[in-house]
């Protein structure tokens, strides 16, 4: 299983496992969500600070829905949308036709000169990162001045009342769900446990932080699981 790898050959095993499941991916993300997911991703852009012409990354673009939303809200905008796991936009290009540009990009080395966007966001990403440091370190090398970030995760959930139904759902529903609809239990079992040994929203805070970033925060959602968290670029 790739949680249980490191290094690159967890990043290998990370890459196999969304080209399986890519062609079920957002439909097991609307389930898995009832469908919130959407907006989640709007309050995401909404937080990425758009303006006219405003140039955006979608980093780990997956099938593009992030990059979307920001030529819904900002059709000026100069969006790339870029993955490691190149059968995910390939699913991406062939049921949308949006104006962005794709791009095949690894997270840990981002082939962008520095200060080219002026917002960088990411969907699901940084949880499957080998090196998240890098990977934060990098968004901020290629985000201008007074620029943001905004990722949106999966999250450690606090312990409270609804903690039993929480982890029933995580460890029994969802790798169901992999199973009956995307035929890839073992891709269902891994986010779970991933969502479980990830850092707290607090923990992914002081990250942001210690990257550079300031002004940074974050929001639970969805019964604590989830959390959007961003940062800005000091001038």
Not at 47 to 63: I, N, Y
Not at 100 to 120: G, K, N, R, S
Not at 168 to 197: C, H, N, Q, V
Request: proline share 6%; net charge positive.
């Amino acid at each position: 299983m790739a949680q249980h790898l490191q290094g690159p050959e967890r990043a290998q095993a990370v890459r196999g496992m969304f080209t399986r499941i890519a062609r079920q991916y957002d439909l097991m993300n609307r389930l898995m969500t009832a469908g919130m997911d959407l907006r989640w991703r709007k309050e995401v852009i909404r937080r990425a600070h758009l303006r006219p012409h405003s140039r955006l990354l979608d980093l780990g673009t997956g099938t593009g829905d992030l990059a979307r939303e920001a030529l819904q809200q900002e059709p000026t905008s100069q969006v790339v949308a870029a993955d490691f796991t190149l059968e995910m936009m390939r699913v991406g290009q062939q049921r949308h036709s949006q104006p962005q540009q794709w791009c095949d990009a690894d997270a840990l080395h981002l082939p962008f000169p520095d200060q080219t966007f002026d917002a960088v966001v990411s969907g699901f990403l940084l949880r499957n990162v080998i090196d998240l440091d890098t990977a934060l370190k990098e968004q901020v090398r290629v985000l201008r001045p007074q620029g943001w970030i905004v990722a949106l995760d999966t999250t450690r959930p606090q312990e409270n009342f609804l903690s039993p139904f929480v982890r029933f759902y995580m460890k029994r529903i969802i790798p169901l769900l992999g199973r009956l609809i995307a035929m890839a239990p073992d891709a269902y079992t891994y986010l779970p446990e991933t969502s479980t040994a990830f850092l707290s929203a607090e923990a992914l805070q002081a990250r942001f932080e210690q990257a550079g970033l300031t002004h940074a925060g974050f929001r639970r959602l969805n019964f604590g699981t989830v959390a959007i968290h961003w940062g800005q670029k000091p001038a």
